[in-house]
Each structure stands twice: as structure tokens, then as C-alpha cells.
């Protein structure tokens, strides 16, 4: 049975950061990532990362200030997140899929989703 599992999501304050994981199961995935959605919001892509981690793709709301990095060993990915901001207080999802996805910011794109974390920043 696949499974992503998200967790470290929480609250901190704006400017500070924080750093989420996902840990898959089940099977291995060619990419991995991250959707996010605030209350009253659709579903927004975060980021991407390949299955050899040498092709990453981010969502220009995030570039520069997140990183995506990825341990196969542990069929894990991790989500840092620095200098965050009011606006990326949401619920944080994993996604995972078989193909190479090309940083696809369409959700429908991706078979495999996380129940997510909250991450929640006061301004």
C-alpha cells in the first residue's frame, strides 16, 4: 500500500523558518513535491524534485526562499522553508508519481497526495 507522510509543519513566525518531510511507502516514486492550499484558495504548487534530485522546479511565490531535497535511501523528501511569509500559512501537501512530471503545476498530474500539515505563519 503507497503511502506519503507528512510531519514538522507548525507555527512560526514571519521571517523564521521551518522544514518538512515526507517519507513514501510502498513503492519509489521518479518525482516528488509539494502543493499547498490556504483556507478558500485552490491547490497551489510549491515545487518539484526529480527521482535523481538533478531537476527541480518551484513555484515563483517560493524561489529562492525554499528548498527541495530528496533521500533515497530513506524514500524521503524534505521541504525547507526560510524567510517565510503571512502568505504561505497553509496546508502543506506531499505528492508523489511514477512519471517524470516536468514540474507540472496541474494537481491532476500527480496519482499519489499526502493528507498534508499545517503550516502557519503570524505576521
Known amino acids: 500500500q503507497v503511502q506519503l507522510v507528512e510531519s514538522g509543519g507548525g507555527l512560526v513566525q514571519a521571517g523564521g523558518s521551518l522544514s518538512l518531510s515526507c517519507a513514501a511507502s510502498?513503492?519509489?516514486?521518479?518525482?516528488m513535491g509539494w502543493f499547498r492550499q490556504a483556507p478558500g484558495k485552490e491547490r497551489e504548487f510549491v515545487g518539484t524534485i526529480s527521482g535523481s534530485a538533478d531537476s527541480l522546479y518551484y513555484a515563483d511565490s517560493v524561489k529562492g526562499r525554499f528548498t527541495i531535497s530528496r533521500n533515497n535511501a530513506k524514500n524521503t523528501i524534505y521541504l525547507q522553508m526560510n524567510s517565510l511569509k503571512f502568505e504561505d500559512t497553509a496546508g502543506y501537501y506531499c505528492?508523489?508519481?511514477?512519471?517524470?512530471?516536468?514540474?507540472?503545476?496541474?494537481?491532476?498530474?500527480?496519482?499519489?497526495w499526502g493528507r498534508g500539515t499545517q503550516v502557519t505563519v503570524s505576521s
Open positions: 505528492v508523489a508519481d511514477e512519471a517524470t512530471t516536468f514540474g507540472s503545476r496541474r494537481p491532476q498530474t500527480y496519482d499519489y
Open positions: 510502498g513503492r519509489t516514486f521518479r518525482t
